[in-house]
């Protein structure tokens, strides 16, 4: 059963740099036909894509592209993101997910989520 | 905004039959997934591709999906189902993902 497990910083200072880190057990991040994404909630709202890696490269929300990196590191199996220049609205829980990227698109495994805080 | 359009809140009666819907354009070319979400907890895959159920998902879900509406529908809605739930696809270009704003399912 493929586990995905959030790690990083919980607490993020406005202007800096918030770095996660999405470690995958039970499969192999290098397997083809599938997509590494980041997809965080706000406290109280929806869900929202932040962008995914897959064999091609990365993709990312347009609405976030400018402040985003997604990479991988497939010698320890995991995956990371970095989202620069926070704000308070940048406050969420995190989750990392497993998606199915053939012309349609799935989440099959997803992390247990981190809460990011971006605060002084 | 989002691209996907869910009813923010339905409700049902236990036992009965509900269907919760996702409204967008890029619907007409690609099928949405659907995800359950309980509080405190991470989103579930509760429905995907044209009627697909993950392993350990009852049959009382299914989803359709005709123009631009995908539905998910639960026959015989149970107590716990009560949660949220998401729907998720392609946007118009194809090239992005993006989710519905999510629909709260009560259960009377």
């Known amino acids: 059963q493929l586990q995905l497990q959030e790690s990083g910083s919980g607490l993020v200072k406005p202007s800096q740099t918030l770095s996660l880190t999405c470690a995958v057990s039970?499969?192999?991040?290098?397997?083809?036909?599938?997509?590494w994404s980041w997809i965080r909630q706000p406290p109280g709202k929806g869900l929202e894509w932040i962008g995914y890696?897959?064999?091609?490269?990365?993709t990312y929300n347009p609405s976030l592209k400018s402040r985003v990196t997604i990479s991988v590191d497939r010698s320890k199996n995991q995956f990371s993101l970095k989202l620069s220049s926070v704000t308070a609205a940048d406050t969420a829980v995190y989750y990392c997910?497993?998606?199915?990227?053939?012309?349609?698109?799935?989440?099959?495994?997803w992390g247990q989520g981190t809460l990011v805080t971006v605060s002084s | 905004s989002s691209e996907l359009t869910q009813d923010p809140a339905v409700s049902v009666a236990l036992g009965q039959t509900v269907r919760i819907t996702c409204q967008g354009d890029s619907l007409r070319n690609y099928y949405a997934s659907w995800y359950q979400q309980k509080p405190g907890q991470a989103p579930v895959l509760v429905i995907y591709g044209k009627n697909n159920w993950p392993s350990g998902i009852p049959d009382r879900f299914s989803g359709s999906s005709s123009g631009n509406t995908a539905s998910l529908t639960i026959t015989g809605a149970q107590a716990e189902d009560e949660a949220d739930y998401y729907c998720n696809s392609r946007d118009s270009s194809g090239n992005h993902l993006v989710f519905g704003g999510g629909t709260k399912l009560t259960v009377l």
């Open positions: 997910a497993r998606g199915y990227s053939g012309y349609d698109h799935y989440f099959d495994f």
């Open positions: 039970g499969g192999s991040i290098s397997s083809g036909g599938y997509s």
């Open positions: 890696i897959y064999h091609g490269g990365s």
